[in-house]
């Protein structure tokens, strides 16, 4: 039979080019290849219908993965008997090398990828107390970002090295040699410099999921860690995108390092006549009734005396850094509000003289007034 289909493609190659002819049979073999794919999927679908849920998340996420691997083992034993000069069957092989390599490189990013989703489906941080769960994603987050970088620079090397024109340039990516490495090299200073520092930040960690940060006098959550750079979701809802490396050579705040926990600070000006024990004992009752206040911390201080106010600290803590932002609201607006209705003399104020002489001086003032006004009169 094989001498039946050599004699075949001698006989149509003495009229049609062989280029055509290569070309109609790659088409074919796809085609085929696509076929019989499909059929194969909807076929262990069904066996695994009822049973077996992880082998149907594994079939469904590596379609397109497996529908061009199949589409390449079609096309390599198709060239192998395709009627190629000596030149273009070395061309077609460097090809097929390289998207062997690009395949080998897709398939160990989706193997990371599913490792790491079947790691991290046992943590969650839509909870109050996340703080481990947070660890655990940032670090795998990260280290994936760092393994896809790698894993395709390696495959984009490895391809460029089967095609003897442009082998330099993927010798260049492993070994950074000659002037053309150190051309890549200078480009590629910025990545690598975000790759490092990503390694950095998952080994670790100054920076978590959600943590609490303080970032160029913006205040706001961490939303995302990319392989090159961060987001920041601030408090009224802008993205603040952040280098990598600027969390390795930047100082910044971060409010919930240790904890989700966070203690939330409320600034207050009184005249000296507030009664701060009456204010203390106000509080305690007060955080009693905000379902946000985690039972911890409450506390209020003087922490400073001008010359005209004393100024008041209000300490109380929540279970994550967003409802201590609205506990400090409501706690805030209710102090100002009992200070204005039982004690409103103790509001900021302004005085120009001590009391006793204010009073003296101001009576004596208005007599003098009024007896120059008899003195007119008479």
Same mark, same amino acid.
């Given at each position: 039979?094989?001498?039946?289909?050599?004699?075949?493609?001698?006989?149509?190659?003495?009229?049609?080019?062989?280029?055509?002819?290569?070309?109609?049979?790659?088409?074919?073999?796809?085609?085929?290849?696509?076929?019989?794919?499909?059929?194969?999927?909807?076929?262990? =679908?069904?066996?695994?219908?009822?049973?077996?849920?992880?082998?149907?998340?594994?079939?469904?996420?590596?379609?397109?993965? =497996?529908?061009?691997?199949? *589409?390449?083992?079609?096309?390599?034993?198709?060239?192998?008997?395709?009627?190629?000069?000596?030149?273009?069957?070395?061309?077609?092989?460097?090809?097929?090398?390289?998207?062997?390599?690009?395949?080998?490189?897709?398939?160990?990013?989706?193997?990371?990828?599913?490792?790491?989703?079947?790691?991290?489906?046992?943590?969650?941080?839509?909870?109050?107390?996340?703080?481990?769960?947070?660890?655990?994603?940032?670090?795998?987050?990260?280290?994936?970002?760092?393994?896809?970088?790698?894993?395709?620079?390696?495959?984009?090397?490895?391809?460029?090295?089967?095609?003897?024109?442009?082998?330099?340039?993927?010798?260049?990516?492993?070994?950074?040699?000659?002037?053309?490495?150190?051309?890549?090299?200078?480009?590629?200073?910025?990545?690598?410099?975000?790759?490092?520092?990503?390694?950095?930040?998952?080994?670790?960690?100054?920076?978590?999921?959600?943590?609490?940060?303080?970032?160029?006098?913006?205040?706001?959550?961490?939303?995302?860690?990319?392989? =090159?750079?961060?987001?920041?979701?601030?408090?009224?809802?802008?993205?603040?995108?952040?280098?990598?490396?600027?969390?390795?050579?930047?100082?910044?705040?971060?409010?919930?390092?240790?904890?989700?926990?966070?203690?939330?600070?409320?600034?207050?000006?009184?005249?000296?006549?507030?009664?701060?024990?009456?204010?203390?004992?106000?509080?305690?009752?007060?955080? =009693?009734?905000?379902?946000?206040?985690?039972?911890?911390?409450?506390?209020?201080?003087? *922490?400073?005396?001008?010359?005209?106010?004393?100024?008041?600290?209000?300490?109380?803590?929540?279970? *994550?850094?967003?409802?201590?932002?609205?506990?400090?609201?409501?706690?805030?607006?209710?102090?100002?509000?009992?200070?204005?209705?039982?004690?409103?003399?103790?509001?900021?104020?302004?005085?120009?003289?001590?009391?006793?002489?204010?009073?003296?001086?101001?009576?004596?003032?208005?007599?003098?007034?009024?007896?120059?006004?008899?003195?007119?009169?008479?």
């Amino acid at each position: 039979m094989s001498e039946n289909f050599i004699g075949w493609l001698s006989y149509v190659t003495g009229w049609a080019p062989a280029w055509s002819i290569t070309t109609t049979m790659l088409v074919a073999a796809a085609i085929v290849a696509v076929i019989f794919h499909g059929v194969a999927l909807k076929i262990l =679908t069904a066996v695994f219908s009822r049973r077996a849920i992880y082998v149907q998340t594994l079939l469904r996420r590596t379609c397109r993965l =497996t529908r061009v691997i199949t *589409t390449f083992a079609a096309c390599t034993l198709v060239l192998q008997a395709a009627p190629l000069s000596e030149e273009a069957r070395s061309l077609w092989s460097s090809i097929l090398v390289a998207v062997l390599f690009a395949i080998a490189g897709w398939i160990a990013i989706s193997a990371v990828h599913i490792a790491s989703d079947v790691y991290l489906a046992r943590f969650r941080i839509d909870i109050p107390d996340n703080l481990r769960a947070r660890k655990h994603v940032t670090q795998i987050r990260i280290l994936r970002r760092v393994a896809d970088t790698t894993i395709v620079l390696l495959a984009l090397g490895a391809g460029l090295m089967t095609f003897e024109s442009v082998r330099q340039y993927g010798i260049s990516i492993f070994a950074s040699a000659g002037a053309a490495g150190l051309v890549l090299g200078f480009a590629a200073r910025p990545v690598l410099e975000n790759l490092i520092a990503g390694i950095q930040i998952a080994v670790t960690q100054p920076i978590r999921i959600d943590d609490a940060v303080v970032v160029e006098g913006e205040w706001g959550w961490i939303e995302e860690i990319t392989g =090159t750079y961060v987001v920041i979701r601030i408090w009224d809802w802008r993205r603040l995108v952040v280098p990598l490396s600027y969390f390795i050579q930047n100082p910044f705040t971060n409010w919930t390092r240790e904890s989700a926990s966070i203690i939330g600070t409320v600034f207050l000006h009184a005249d000296y006549t507030l009664p701060v024990e009456e204010l203390r004992a106000y509080l305690s009752e007060l955080v =009693t009734e905000q379902p946000l206040w985690d039972g911890k911390v409450s506390v209020v201080q003087v *922490t400073n005396a001008t010359e005209r106010t004393i100024e008041i600290r209000a300490l109380v803590s929540a279970r *994550t850094s967003p409802e201590a932002w609205d506990l400090r609201c409501n706690v805030r607006e209710k102090l100002v509000a009992w200070i204005r209705e039982t004690h409103p003399g103790s509001l900021p104020q302004v005085r120009s003289s001590p009391a006793g002489y204010g009073r003296t001086h101001r009576d004596d003032a208005i007599g003098s007034v009024v007896a120059e006004s008899a003195g007119d009169a008479d």
